[in-house]
């Protein structure tokens, strides 16, 4: 068996595993499960930005921010989560697009500090502007309305086992997506330009304007993410734009692996079952994670999506195993 | 020979240095040239200020006849303008079907597209694995290009450049760090290359054999300044050149 | 508001941004020869903080013994983080650096709710700190004059260190070329070592400072660090002199935004920082460290 | 034959292990077919105002531990788990999402932001479980959420913000000398609604009233002197500011060599009567740094009522902790109570039955006589107000020189006209 069927074999279990999850599983794991995806989906815009193009943002938590707000700031209004999702992708979209033309201007530490610096900036308008944000408050009571356009409401998303599937479906496609992605002239494009600017603008490509084309499609990515988290917590808050929420997609894709695909998915599920779990034996938790960041760093940082992915080298044949490089 | 590139009074000053100091240069189609002279003569410099990697202080540069001086770097190479570097600059992750794939993709105008698979896109991946044939380099399709020697590494570069089928293409020390041998199968392959393919080579090269065996046109840079160019002969009997340049070399 | 009160408003700022200033000293010193930007030094402040509440809050030591105590701590702290860690990620791209000092973000704070608990420390304020002195028409407190005066006193003393001493010299050398410096029989890693720890000294100073009037509680450090790194930014990544006007400026402006235009204070100062990334990415001081 | 003997003691062991674990629910005769009633409490257990979170805890363990001792109710024993909220709405509507699906709560308690608070409203509804409230202060939690909204999961067994607002008017209003306030607030719904309530109900009494200044400070804030020298560039004759527990001890240090206690005539700290921010100021009130100007308000206070019932309290809980207690604390211990009480007379857990149980319910507690205002789910109870002064009986300093106001006379009562919640 092929590397990449055996991958295939493990994703639809996966997935299976994921649509059957209500059956077996409690309100609460439920409610995990979703918060994972969400990452996942945070998490895996972000690592096209950071393990294919190489930009290391720290504002990604804006454009999660404004999907999020956005999509609250509509649910309040007109009861379509439809409308809600899209509109906060959208606007995220926009947000990224613009903010991004002027970070990709930048590289390396410096693109850091501008992304930080807009996100930031994000973090202060949500937390200032009061009469539409709701200020440090935030805005609360968000109804979980239904998925359905205005107008035709749709199925009902009252309990949180249907909008499990909500959030369920958007991740898939959003997983499938970017695997298409990375695995296409674009994809490609970008790993060369992380690899080599200069040899990628020598044979004929726009780098910046490419720069800037993964920096939208992070943000839209964020965007979505951040849309789906109003109807899950019916409460949006300044500090989903902080610069710490950031950290979070940082953190699951170095936990899963920065050089592999299935990292950040990998981490999203790792960074919240080592929180939950240590969170059961003791309230420093984040001790425990600081140090896993530390050690991961310092002698794997290929991530634990990299160990199993020579794992899986080595279950099938050795031209496979080419775990580090995203392909 | 039609006129291909034309460099009109191109200069570049970094502080105090006169990296490049008036440079005027007309380069005809399909005569392969050598840029020489001694190191810090401006060399890289000036292929950087032609192919866009640093904007001139002054100066002009034609391709073909329209100006290209403040033109991007990606928009010249569309014009038939690339280089290779004297530093390895490949794809070292990427494997070494891929380091090929994206310039094909690229002079296809097809690096953009976010959804199809690389599978899918026969007619670049085709043109790749023949310019890999050609390379020599087919046996190693699927590894990482860091797997490779440092002197397929070097054609791989090479194979980089040309695949953009480029009109004009500078190599900066295509050979550098390569023993003997392998330089031998480095120019041996640019000679093909330029023969195969509509390309006109510049080629920045130290070891002066190479360069009057290679050569049909040679430009001898110095301080900056152009000192001298034409056909090995004639500069092989150049004073001027024999002295600044030559001499140690022929003495060495 | 009358000339005097801006004036007094504009002190005030001058306290705070003091310091801003003590913070990101340290961290840009350290940026500037070790390359490295340390995400986990606003949490040595927050250590520095809470070894000096319990010298002299708890232990009741004078209070400059307490801050001499917390120097060395964190000093120390500092060393391992270097020479335990960071030494290791040389030659690595600087992301994984940013990602490991952030680790140490995480370690430090939960550590210290280990050690002190969760609930804010406040030492009483040192009676020679206590008390005010008229200042355009209004009583202004000793203790800010204090601040800034040791603000003041450590921007002359680092001058000092850097531009008249054998030390200094050496690690300019090696903020300027590593390879050179070595080549020249600079110990390339006792700079490293002896840069960081008294950039960690800097962070502990603040926060040592801070106690008696600003509480210290777990996450403080981390509420602080992107300031540091606005001011670090704004006054040019790894120069010394632009982090003090840096701090000038994101002090006193927050000084005058909490008055005048409290709503774009925090806003405006984002706004400086992205404007001078992109206008002059070396910084308003930029060029050389 | 040795490893085969302790297989056997060690299979004897485990057998003795089921038996017990077999026992145990057998052991409690529960009238309520429940193996225990589980106790969700949430606080804010870290950062600058840690103390509440802990005062909550140690309230709802000694209630607990006192119930349990008594039997339980209706012999059901009461388990606690309590999590820290970090002040964050989000965080707070997560653990109580985690109490109630996974950990199984059945009624919670807790909560001191009023953010937190008015996110958490809303979801008890999809949990379909009570919570009182015994801190968070902002009148729209029970005005809005319950009275208008009729969320009726939602019980808030502690003082409203009429307390810090309403008093302070009418303790203020008849000096006729304080013309000009100022607010030094905390930059969200509690800052904001304070301030506010405050001004409208001054200028009902005083016309002439004047409100020169006011500086905002979110959470996280370390130094308050911008915030301090801008309101003070006014020359306001009286501050009223509502930064709580570590922000407040801070204000007041920063206040304090700011020499604010020479300029202004007083200084009205909203909750500066909670124990944490009397012990961060014990040293300076006991040499009178604030020349008695520094009036304080809390939700309940250590040394009134001076009934059997608060000295009792206040008793067991120096001898349980070492400490005073917080009113934090004694609202906690008091809303377990009166979950005693209402599930006693409802005989079931349902939270239906439980409200219903509630409503009308007149309740002897350590702050004194509690009563459910059934509009909006707010006990209503009599608090003083009082000028913070040493008092050698105690090793902190006091609320003396108390101003007692009947509830009646500083609740806002329904139909509730709206309060704008913004600067």
């Known amino acids: 068996m092929s590397a990449t069927r055996l991958e295939a074999w493990l994703c639809g279990a996966a997935a299976l595993a994921l649509v059957l999850l209500p059956l077996v599983a409690g309100r609460y794991p439920i409610y995990l499960a979703m918060q994972i995806l969400i990452l996942a989906v945070f998490a895996l815009g972000f690592n096209l930005l950071f393990g294919y193009t190489g930009l290391l943002s720290f504002g990604q938590a804006g454009f999660f921010a404004v999907g999020a707000y956005v999509c609250a700031l509509i649910l309040l209004r007109v009861p379509s989560l439809l409308l809600g999702l899209v509109g906060g992708v959208a606007a995220a979209g926009v947000t990224a697009l613009v903010l991004g033309a002027l970070s990709v201007r930048h590289t390396r530490i410096y693109f850091s500090m501008l992304t930080l610096a807009f996100g930031m900036m994000l973090y202060s308008i949500a937390l200032r502007w009061r009469d539409v944000t709701g200020g440090d408050d935030g805005l609360v009571g968000i109804p979980r309305a239904p998925l359905g356009p205005p107008g035709i409401p749709g199925p009902s998303l009252a309990t949180i086992e249907r909008y499990y599937y909500v959030v369920l479906v958007v991740a898939l496609v959003a997983v499938v997506v970017m695997r298409r992605l990375v695995r296409s002239p674009l994809g490609l494009t970008l790993q060369g330009i992380r690899d080599s600017e200069s040899r990628v603008a020598f044979t004929g490509v726009p780098v910046r304007v490419y720069r800037l084309a993964a920096f939208t499609i992070a943000g839209v990515y964020a965007g979505l993410a951040g849309a789906l988290l109003p109807a899950l917590e019916n409460t949006v808050t300044p500090p989903i734009a902080h610069w710490s929420t950031s950290a979070d997609p940082v953190l699951a894709t170095l936990l899963g692996g920065i050089r592999a695909f299935w990292g950040p998915v990998l981490g999203a599920f790792l960074f919240f079952v080592i929180k939950d779990i240590i969170v059961r034996y003791t309230e420093y938790w984040l001790i425990w994670l600081g140090a896993i960041v530390v050690v991961l760093v310092l002698g794997f940082r290929g991530g634990v999506g990299a160990m199993l992915g020579t794992l899986l080298g080595r279950l099938t044949q050795p031209a496979s195993g080419r775990a580090e490089g995203p392909r | 020979m039609p006129e291909l590139l034309r460099v009109e009074g191109l200069a570049k000053h970094f502080g105090a240095l006169r990296a490049v100091d008036g440079v005027d240069l007309v380069l005809p189609e399909g005569r392969r040239t050598a840029l020489i002279g001694p190191n810090g003569a401006g060399k890289t410099t000036l292929i950087n200020l032609v192919t866009g990697g640093l904007p001139p202080d002054a100066g002009r540069v034609f391709l073909r006849g329209a100006e290209i001086t403040r033109l991007p770097v990606h928009r010249r190479v569309r014009l038939g303008l690339t280089r290779s570097f004297q530093i390895m600059n490949i794809f070292p992750r990427a494997t070494t079907l891929e380091n090929l794939l994206i310039p094909v993709l690229a002079r296809l105008r097809r690096t953009h597209r976010p959804w199809a698979g690389l599978g899918t896109e026969r007619a670049a991946v085709a043109e790749a694995e023949a310019l890999l044939v050609e390379l020599g380099l087919a046996g190693f399709r699927d590894l990482p290009a860091a797997a490779l020697s440092h002197g397929d590494q070097r054609l791989l570069e090479l194979g980089i450049a040309v695949a953009s089928q480029p009109a004009l293409c500078f190599l900066d020390e295509p050979s550098a760090g390569l023993n003997p041998i392998e330089r031998g199968t480095v120019m041996e392959l640019i000679r093909r290359l330029s023969e195969s393919r509509r390309t006109t080579f510049v080629i920045v090269e130290h070891d002066m054999d190479v360069v009057f065996s290679l050569a049909d046109w040679i430009v001898v840079m110095n301080r900056g300044r152009v000192l001298a160019e034409g056909p090995p002969a004639e500069i092989r009997a150049h004073p001027e050149v024999r002295e600044t340049y030559l001499g140690e070399e022929l003495e060495a | 508001m009358t000339p005097d009160q801006l004036a007094y408003q504009g002190l005030v700022g001058l306290s705070l941004a003091m310091y801003l200033w003590l913070l990101s000293a340290g961290l840009t010193i350290i940026f500037g020869v070790l390359g490295v930007l340390n995400f986990a030094h606003g949490s040595l402040f927050m250590l520095g903080g809470y070894l000096a509440y319990t010298a002299y809050g708890l232990w009741g030591w004078p209070f400059w013994a307490a801050v001499a105590l917390s120097l060395a701590g964190v000093g120390l702290v500092g060393l391992v983080m270097e020479r335990g860690f960071l030494k290791r990620l040389y030659g690595v791209e600087e992301a994984y650096q940013l990602l490991l000092t952030f680790g140490f973000i995480l370690i430090l704070d939960d550590a210290v709710k280990i050690v002190w608990g969760g609930v804010f420390k406040i030492p009483p304020i040192p009676r020679f700190l206590d008390g005010a002195w008229p200042l355009f028409g209004r009583p202004f407190p000793v203790y800010n004059t204090f601040i800034i005066a040791v603000g003041v006193a450590v921007a002359a003393g680092l001058w000092l260190l850097f531009e008249k001493t054998w030390w200094g010299r050496m690690v300019r050398a090696t903020a300027s070329d590593r390879e050179m410096a070595g080549a020249i029989g600079v110990r390339v890693p006792r700079v490293f070592a002896g840069v960081f720890v008294l950039g960690s000294m800097l962070a502990a100073l603040g926060g040592a400072l801070g106690t008696p009037v600003r509480v210290v509680a777990p996450g403080i450090g981390a509420a602080m660090i992107i300031q540091a790194f606005i001011i670090t930014v704004i006054g040019g990544l790894g120069n010394l002199r632009g982090a003090f006007v840096g701090s000038l400026i994101v002090g006193v402006l927050s000084a005058y935004g909490t008055a005048l235009f409290p709503v774009f204070e925090l806003f405006l100062i984002y706004v400086i920082m992205a404007v001078v990334l992109l206008v002059r990415p070396q910084g308003l001081f930029g060029g050389h460290a | ?423």
């Open chain 4, 1 to 423: 034959m040795r490893t085969s003997s302790r297989l056997v003691r060690l299979s004897l062991a485990a057998l003795l292990v089921a038996g017990l674990v077999w026992a145990a629910p057998a052991s409690a005769q529960c009238q309520l077919g429940v193996p225990g009633i589980k106790i969700g409490v949430q606080g804010v257990s870290s950062g600058s105002h840690a103390d509440y979170g802990r005062q909550i805890m140690m309230g709802a363990t000694m209630a607990i531990e006192e119930v349990n001792a008594k039997g339980g109710i209706l012999g059901c024993k009461l388990e606690m788990k309590f999590m820290d909220d970090e002040n964050k709405p989000a965080v707070g509507v997560k653990n109580a999402r985690y109490l109630v699906t996974e950990w199984g709560a059945h009624f919670m308690y807790g909560t001191d932001s009023s953010g937190v608070a008015m996110a958490l409203g809303p979801v008890l509804q999809e949990l379909k479980r009570i919570h009182f409230f015994t801190h968070a202060a902002t009148h729209r939690l029970t005005e809005e959420l319950v009275a208008q909204k009729g969320i009726q999961e939602i019980v808030r067994v502690s003082v409203p913000v009429y307390q810090d607002a309403v008093t302070a008017a009418l303790i203020f209003k008849d000096r006729p000398e304080i013309k000009r306030w100022a607010t030094i607030g905390a930059d969200y719904e509690y800052g904001y609604v304070t301030w506010n309530l405050f001004k409208e109900t001054l200028k009902k009494y005083r016309p002439d009233a004047e409100f020169v200044a006011a500086a905002w400070a979110p959470f996280l804030t370390l130094d308050f002197s911008p915030h301090i020298s801008a309101v003070m560039a006014q020359k306001p004759d009286a501050i009223l500011a509502t930064p709580w527990s570590g922000e407040a001890v801070m204000l007041l240090r920063q206040a304090l060599i700011q020499g604010v206690f020479d300029q202004v005539q007083v200084w009205w700290q909203a909750m500066g009567g909670s124990v944490d921010v009397l012990e961060g100021i014990a040293s300076e009130v006991q040499r009178d740094r604030f020349k008695g100007k520094l009036w304080a308000t809390a939700r309940g206070l250590h040394n009134w009522p001076d009934t059997p019932e608060n000295k009792a309290f206040v008793e067991r809980f120096q001898q349980r902790w070492g400490r005073l207690p917080n009113y934090s604390a004694e609202t906690t211990y008091s809303a377990i109570l009166i979950t005693k009480a209402a599930v006693e007379k409802a005989q079931s857990l349902e939270t239906k039955q439980v409200i219903e149980a509630l409503r009308g319910m007149k309740i002897m507690t350590p702050a004194g006589e509690r009563v459910f205002r059934n509009e909006d789910h707010q006990f209503v109870y009599t608090v003083p107000a009082g000028r913070v002064v040493w008092d050698a009986k105690y090793p902190i300093p006091v609320l003396g020189d108390l101003k007692v106001f009947q509830a009646k006379d500083y609740y806002r009562h329904p139909p509730f006209a709206p309060v704008a919640a913004t600067k």
